[in-house]
């Protein structure tokens, strides 16, 4: 929203210049409250009462920020900068990755932890939103250089985390390997178990089964609800994954087994064009040795890499599963002029919102991140939940669950897009609206904390 495009509601309008106000460069984060403030007009319409906790729910509960300091294999001393936005625990412990990547500031994380708010409530689990990470490129570390940066990021995490508090997972760059080196450093600090303050484990200290699928299962899960309300299935479909880490691999596995062909996938370093369909496990051993989608595609006869996105490709549902902003103005219309039915997003904030716009106009079928890769925060709850019990549960039974919980979102996000916004397909105005919904009772029962 520029200043001329301001909420109507004088609430509304007076939290978004305090946002403007407060963080003036903080571009993703605006963003983010923006569509929620445009989302939950009509919601306060029918609940004034909730209209007090707005300006509550766009200011984070805490914003940690640190240095971390580390020393590399020659010896010379570094230093990187740690964030952790603890931003609403209405509903439960704050709870949400741990990024690293270049990229990583305050607005990135913030952005990401306010998501994380509605995200975690579209689950209908007990858990409120937080988000962290640091300023590194994983990749150019050695592996011992990663686990005395971990280490480092521990020492000063374990002040704030606890299974009660705050309970950290991975994100990009964060993977199983270093939540167990973060894990380690902040047992050996607290001196005792505790394996429900981190989540994305290795199985062997309590990781859940099913965790590293998870968003990537999810994503699809809630695709083929989609897809069933417009009379698709994703049998016989072609569908377009950017990326090739966690989300993206485990997505292509999920499409396959839905009976999809995968017709692309990309990398940060090109894309790869496969009309015949792309051989996961192949591209996941590439992957897994350091290579590329390039790489990848020298070894396939019917695969054809470029550095042109994967979303200009012919499809009829794009997963983008790599990273923010990879679906913009001209992508999108590549896959409106391609006739794509649906995209949804499993990565966080990969289409932008003019993006989002042309799709709309062009009848694509959108499913929010918020909505749509909730799968992995979700059975991240039910790590939790394990830990708690001192249960391990089956991949069967937490696969089980995961389907359950994001059908339910997405019926909430519907619902809700169907009564506050007169179109039960408008799911991006529906997850902001259900999200919120949740998270303004908790905040409303809590009284003004
Ligand atoms: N891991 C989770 O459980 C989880 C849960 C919810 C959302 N997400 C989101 O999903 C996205 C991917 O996370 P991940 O865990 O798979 O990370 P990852 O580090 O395992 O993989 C990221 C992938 O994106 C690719 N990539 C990075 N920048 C790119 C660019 N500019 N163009 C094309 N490809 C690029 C990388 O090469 C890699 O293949 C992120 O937005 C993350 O926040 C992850």
Redesign the pocket.
């Known amino acids: 929203m520029a200043r001329g495009d301001e909420p109507e509601n004088a609430v509304l309008r007076e939290v978004w210049r305090d946002v403007l106000r407060r963080d003036p460069h903080q571009e993703f984060f605006h963003s983010d409250v923006r569509g929620v403030l445009r989302s939950i007009g009509p919601v306060l319409v029918e609940h004034p009462e909730y209209t007090d906790v707005v300006g509550r729910l766009c200011e984070p509960e805490r914003v940690i920020v640190f240095r971390i300091p580390w020393v590399d294999d020659s010896g010379r001393v570094r230093v990187n900068r740690g964030f952790r936005v603890q931003f609403n625990s209405a509903l439960g412990p704050y709870k949400g990755?741990t990024?690293f990547a270049p990229s990583v500031d305050l607005d990135v994380v913030k952005f990401?932890g306010f998501e994380q708010v509605f995200k975690n409530a579209l689950t209908g689990q007990d858990i409120g939103g937080g988000k962290g990470g640091a300023d590194v490129d994983p990749k150019a570390l050695s592996a011992g250089e990663l686990m005395r940066f971990c280490q480092s990021f521990a020492t000063e995490m374990a002040g704030h985390a606890g299974a009660a508090v705050d309970v950290p997972?991975?994100?990009?760059?964060v993977?199983s390997r270093e939540i167990g080196w973060i894990y380690g450093q902040y047992q050996r600090l607290i001196g005792y178990h505790e394996p429900g303050a981190f989540t994305g484990k290795p199985a062997v200290l309590g990781g859940s089964a099913l965790r590293p699928e998870?968003?990537g299962y999810g994503t699809v899960y809630f695709t083929r609800r989609m897809l069933d309300d417009q009379g698709r299935d994703l049998d016989g479909a072609r569908v377009v994954v950017?990326?090739?880490?966690?989300?993206?691999l485990h997505a292509m596995a999920k499409v396959i087994d839905s009976g999809g062909t995968v017709v692309g996938c990309?990398?940060?370093?090109g894309s790869v064009s496969e009309p015949d369909g792309v051989d996961v496990d192949l591209l996941r051993e590439i992957?897994g040795q350091g290579g590329s989608v390039a790489d990848y595609a020298e070894k396939r006869s019917g695969a054809t890499a470029s550095q042109g996105s994967p979303f200009t490709l012919e499809c009829d549902v794009a997963l983008p599963?790599?990273?923010?902003n990879?679906i913009g103005p001209d992508e999108a219309r590549a896959l409106v002029d391609h006739g794509c039915w649906a995209v949804a997003e499993?990565?966080?904030?990969?289409v932008t919102p003019e993006a989002r716009e042309i799709l709309r106009e062009g009848g694509v079928g959108f499913g929010p991140?918020k909505a749509a890769?909730a799968g992995?925060?979700a059975v991240s709850a039910l790590e939790m939940q394990q830990a708690a019990g001192r249960e391990r549960w089956s991949a069967e039974d937490v696969d089980a669950q995961l389907s359950t919980i994001m059908s339910d979102a997405y019926d909430r996000v519907r619902e809700a897009a169907d009564r506050y916004h007169g179109d039960p397909g408008d799911l991006e105005n529906g997850a902001n609206a259900a999200g919120f919904l949740r998270v303004a009772e908790a905040m409303t029962s809590l009284g003004v904390v």
Do not use: F
Not at 242 to 248: D, L, N, Q, R
Not at 346 to 350: D, L, R, T
């Open positions: 990755g990024r990401l997972a991975g994100d990009m760059g993977g998870a968003t950017s990326g090739s880490g966690s989300v993206a990309s990398d940060s370093r992957k599963c790599a990273t923010q990879e499993g990565a966080n904030g990969p991140g890769n992995g925060v």
